[in-house]
Nanobody
Framework: QVQLVESGGGLAQPGGSLRLSCAAS????????MVWARQAPGKALEWVSG????????YYADSVKGRFTISRDNAKNTVYLQMNSLKPEDTALYRC?????????WGQGTQVTVSS
């Protein structure tokens, strides 16, 4: 029932920007904390950011703090990740989940590649 579908990934140059979206369904989105994590090939899953149920409190990994912004629109059942000042090391499959620092459900992911 729970579905999380990410979109917005693609190729960006270093210093560029992308905005990821995660469309949620099958649960009460407005009462759920949401999280973004990423995984590069051969590397461990890395927690990136989380947001509480109403969007008032946001949390970031040190590696993205000041560059990425998580937000949500509960009317649209969507959580976003605005990524600015992208670096090659941001290259990964980005997944959204239901949770804050981890998740019980994850989406399939959207690929972000940062390369010149």
């Amino acid at each position: 029932q729970v579905q999380l579908v990410e979109s917005g990934g693609g190729l960006a140059q270093p210093g560029g920007s992308l905005r990821l979206s995660c469309a949620a369904s099958g649960f009460t989105f407005s009462s759920s904390r949401m999280v973004w994590a990423r995984q590069a090939p051969g590397k461990a899953l890395e927690w990136v950011s989380g947001v509480d149920s109403d969007g008032s409190n946001t949390y970031y990994a040190d590696s993205v703090k000041g560059r990425f912004t998580i937000s949500r629109d509960n009317a649209k059942n969507t959580v976003y990740l605005q990524m600015n000042s992208l670096k090659p090391e941001d290259t990964a499959l980005y997944r959204c989940g239901r949770g804050l620092y981890g998740a019980d459900y994850w989406g399939q992911g959207t690929q972000v590649t940062v390369s010149s």
